[in-house]
């Protein structure tokens, strides 16, 4: 179980990486023409957006990697979790159903995840 968990947690932290920095370092416009959900959201709301995606996948597995401050995995995993809710919500506003399923799905990964992690310690 421990060898699938830590599986799941670096496929979703190079989710995750991926999905912030791009929202870090491209500029609104240019995220446009992929995302249409982007119009609902400022600049400064897509870089915090970002900023936390990027702290939560980084939360996945650093402290696993230094075998320190485990904790912070499953309350990484929580905080993305949150993340996934908003999303959802964002995407059913908009009657997106594909990125709705896509955020559904990262959503009960990120449950096997903080459920795992706190069982299993």
Do not use: C
Not at 79 to 85: C, E, Q, S, W
Not at 87 to 101: C, F, N, Q, S
Request: aromatic content about 10%; proline content about 2%.
């Amino acid at each position: 179980m421990n060898i699938a968990l830590w599986i799941i947690q670096i496929i979703l932290a190079a989710l995750f990486l991926t999905s912030g920095s791009i929202k870090l370092v491209l500029h609104k416009e240019k995220l446009e023409k992929v995302f249409e959900w982007i119009d609902d959201f400022s600049q400064p709301q897509l870089k915090i957006i970002g900023s936390f995606e990027v702290l939560g996948g980084l939360g996945l597995f650093l402290p696993g990697v230094y075998a320190t401050l485990m904790i912070l995995i499953p309350l990484a995993a929580i905080g993305l979790a949150v993340i996934m809710i908003l999303a959802i919500i964002v995407h059913y506003r908009r009657d997106e159903k594909g990125e709705l399923i896509i955020n559904i799905i990262v959503l009960l990964f990120l449950l096997l995840v903080i459920v795992g992690r706190f069982l299993l310690g």
